[in-house]
């Protein structure tokens, strides 16, 4: 057995079909109907009952392939390490964060990583935490910033929380609402709202019990985007309200262009931000610099907060 042939049977399992598993695996169909039956006379067991011109998994091969796959990552995982240990800190790096991050952290990030290694390759995703987390499975991505509630439960990940975010309704500065004290939901639903940024069920159901409002909650909100730009456009030229994280308005707070508006209930929501990345899995130089950069980042967020 090699793991030839366990790339050959887990791409069966993957994509149910023998002839998308050759073209994946770049095999004939004989070819790769030959590595199988070698795997199955190898194990000793059945792993496809032959069904016409199809292959089903046998009980054998649902459990095999959780273990197939772990031998696989780790003869990767083995190969890796010794590349690192030749190329130093040359080579590529991958990551992501969420938008309402990235437009505070993404470009001094990679411009401090890219200036100590010119050598280095880094590519990087803005997306919600739902999607940068299934990239992270694929191995798509080295690590990303975000909810590590995405990873809570998850052997294979590890999770270092940096900050728990608090929440406010922000508005633009010079907003009608601004300086007005305890504002309600009646208030609120004067202007119009902006959803920015992922935001899983519990938090969605949270907010809707704080204020009343009726599911599904996204028809509260006139947009729902994760482009920073238009939801700045929206409140400066429409009044839009939008409810955020602190770790997200800060910069735009510290240079008086946003406001946090004084709201009763106030926005009690739980989200920790933090590191995730593959367990056990070696990380380039480069990405010990890149989690320096985001807790000093967030250090410096927090001082910032606690002084406003």
């Given at each position: 057995?090699?793991t030839?042939?366990?790339r050959?049977?887990?791409?069966?399992?993957?994509l149910g079909?023998l002839?998308?598993?050759?073209?994946q695996?770049?095999l004939s169909?004989?070819?790769?109907?030959r590595?199988?039956?070698?795997?199955?006379?190898?194990?000793?067991v059945?792993?496809?009952?032959?069904e016409g011109?199809g292959?089903?998994?046998?009980?054998?091969?649902h459990?095999?392939a959780?273990?197939?796959?772990?031998?696989?990552?780790?003869?990767?995982e083995?190969?890796?390490?010794l590349?690192l240990?030749?190329?130093?800190?040359?080579g590529?790096l991958?990551?992501g964060?969420?938008a309402?991050?990235?437009?505070?952290?993404?470009a001094?990030?990679?411009?401090q990583?890219?200036?100590?290694?010119p050598?280095?390759?880094v590519?990087?995703?803005?997306?919600?935490?739902d999607?940068l987390?299934?990239?992270l499975?694929?191995?798509e991505?080295d690590f990303?910033v975000?909810d590590?509630?995405?990873?809570?439960h998850?052997p294979?990940?590890?999770?270092?929380?940096?900050h728990e975010c608090g929440?406010?309704?922000?508005?633009?500065?010079?907003h009608?609402l601004a300086?007005?004290r305890?504002?309600?939901?009646a208030?609120?639903a004067r202007?119009p709202?902006?959803?920015s940024?992922?935001?899983?069920?519990a938090?969605?159901?949270?907010?809707?019990?704080?204020?009343g409002?009726?599911q599904p909650l996204?028809?509260?909100?006139?947009?729902d985007t994760t482009d920073?730009?238009?939801v700045r456009?929206m409140?400066v030229?429409?009044d839009?309200?939008?409810?955020g994280t602190?770790i997200?308005?800060?910069?735009e707070?510290a240079a008086?262009?946003t406001v946090?508006?004084d709201v009763?209930?106030?926005l009690?929501?739980?989200?920790t931000?933090?590191?995730?990345?593959r367990?056990?899995?070696?990380v380039?130089p480069?990405?010990?610099?890149?989690?320096?950069i985001v807790?000093r980042?967030?250090a410096d967020?927090q001082?910032?907060?606690a002084?406003?």
């Open positions: 057995m090699n030839r042939q366990l050959h049977f887990l791409a069966v399992m993957d079909s002839s998308a598993a050759a073209e695996v770049h169909l004989p070819a790769l109907s590595s199988l039956r070698a795997l199955e006379d190898v194990l000793r059945p792993l496809f009952d032959r011109r292959l089903v998994p046998t009980t054998y091969a459990a095999y959780q273990r197939a796959r772990r031998m696989v990552f780790d003869e990767k083995a190969a890796r390490e590349a240990m030749r190329a130093g800190e040359l590529p991958a990551f964060m969420g309402s991050l990235a437009h505070s952290l993404l001094p990030m990679v411009m990583l890219v200036t100590g290694a050598g280095l390759r590519r990087t995703m803005v997306q919600s935490s999607v987390f299934a990239a499975m694929r191995e991505i990303f975000g590590v509630r995405m990873g809570a998850d294979d990940v590890a999770v270092e929380p940096l929440f406010a309704w922000t508005a633009r500065a010079g009608p300086g007005k305890a504002l309600q939901v208030d609120l202007f709202w902006v959803l940024g992922y935001a899983d069920e938090v969605l159901r949270r907010l809707a019990q704080l204020y409002l009726t996204e028809n509260h909100f006139a947009v920073p730009a238009t456009a409140m030229d429409i839009a309200l939008v409810p602190d997200s308005t800060v910069i707070v008086g262009q946090l508006l009763d209930p106030p009690e929501l739980e989200l931000l933090g590191i995730l990345r367990a056990g899995r070696t380039v480069a990405a010990d610099r890149a989690f320096a807790r980042f967030f967020a001082a910032q907060i002084s406003r």
